[in-house]
C-alpha cells in the first residue's frame, strides 16, 4: 500500500514539475516578445532557467521525502506524502474549507444537548395531507404525462 502512495505521490509531484516548467518556457516567451533589447532576452532566459532548476529541485526533494516517508510508515506507522518537497502534514483538527465547521466533524449552529429537530417523511408537504401527493398519477383522467397509464395503487 505505501509503494502506491508513493507512486501516486511522485507521479503528482513529476507533474507539478512539468507545469512549472512549462510556465516558465511560457513566461519566457511572453517576456522576450516584449524585450526591447537583448540583454533583457538573456535575463527572461536567466530566469526562465531558474525556474526549470528550482523545479526540478523540488520535484527530487519531494521523492526522496515519499521514500522516506514510505520507510518511516513501513517501520513505525503512517506519514504523509509530499507533491511540493515540503514535509506534509495531518490534518488533525484544523479546518480544511471555508464553510463553518466543514471537515471538522462539529455542527456549524446552535445546539441544545440532548433535543433534535426532525420532520418524520410525509407528514410536512405543505399539502394538507399526510404524505407526499403526485398529482400526475391516477385519477384516470390523462393530464398527458407519462404513457397514459394510471397508477391505482
Given at each position: 500500500m505505501q509503494s502506491l502512495k508513493e507512486s501516486a505521490a511522485n507521479v503528482a509531484a513529476s507533474a507539478k514539475s512539468g507545469m512549472e516548467k512549462t510556465k516558465a518556457t511560457v513566461q519566457e516567451k511572453?517576456?522576450?516578445m516584449t524585450a526591447h533589447n537583448p540583454t533583457e532576452?538573456?535575463?527572461?532566459t536567466a530566469r526562465k532557467e531558474e525556474k526549470i532548476h528550482n523545479a526540478e529541485m523540488n520535484k527530487q526533494e519531494?521523492?526522496?521525502?515519499?521514500?522516506?516517508?514510505k520507510q518511516d510508515a513501513q517501520t513505525s506507522g503512517s506519514h504523509?506524502?509530499?507533491t511540493t518537497g515540503v514535509a506534509g502534514h495531518p490534518t488533525g483538527v484544523h479546518q480544511m474549507s471555508a464553510l463553518?465547521?466543514?471537515?471538522?466533524?462539529?455542527?456549524?449552529?446552535?445546539?441544545?444537548?440532548?433535543?433534535?429537530?426532525?420532520?418524520p417523511?410525509?407528514?410536512a408537504t405543505g399539502t394538507g395531507r399526510t404524505t407526499a401527493?403526485?398529482?400526475?398519477?391516477?385519477?384516470?383522467?390523462?393530464?398527458?404525462?407519462?404513457?397514459?397509464?394510471?397508477?391505482?395503487?
Amino acid at each position: 500500500m505505501q509503494s502506491l502512495k508513493e507512486s501516486a505521490a511522485n507521479v503528482a509531484a513529476s507533474a507539478k514539475s512539468g507545469m512549472e516548467k512549462t510556465k516558465a518556457t511560457v513566461q519566457e516567451k511572453m517576456e522576450k516578445m516584449t524585450a526591447h533589447n537583448p540583454t533583457e532576452k538573456d535575463i527572461a532566459t536567466a530566469r526562465k532557467e531558474e525556474k526549470i532548476h528550482n523545479a526540478e529541485m523540488n520535484k527530487q526533494e519531494a521523492r526522496e521525502h515519499n521514500a522516506a516517508a514510505k520507510q518511516d510508515a513501513q517501520t513505525s506507522g503512517s506519514h504523509t506524502h509530499s507533491t511540493t518537497g515540503v514535509a506534509g502534514h495531518p490534518t488533525g483538527v484544523h479546518q480544511m474549507s471555508a464553510l463553518p465547521g466543514h471537515g471538522t466533524g462539529q455542527p456549524t449552529g446552535h445546539v441544545t444537548e440532548g433535543t433534535m429537530k426532525s420532520h418524520p417523511i410525509g407528514t410536512a408537504t405543505g399539502t394538507g395531507r399526510t404524505t407526499a401527493h403526485n398529482t400526475h398519477v391516477g385519477g384516470g383522467a390523462n393530464t398527458g404525462y407519462g404513457t397514459g397509464g394510471g397508477y391505482t395503487g
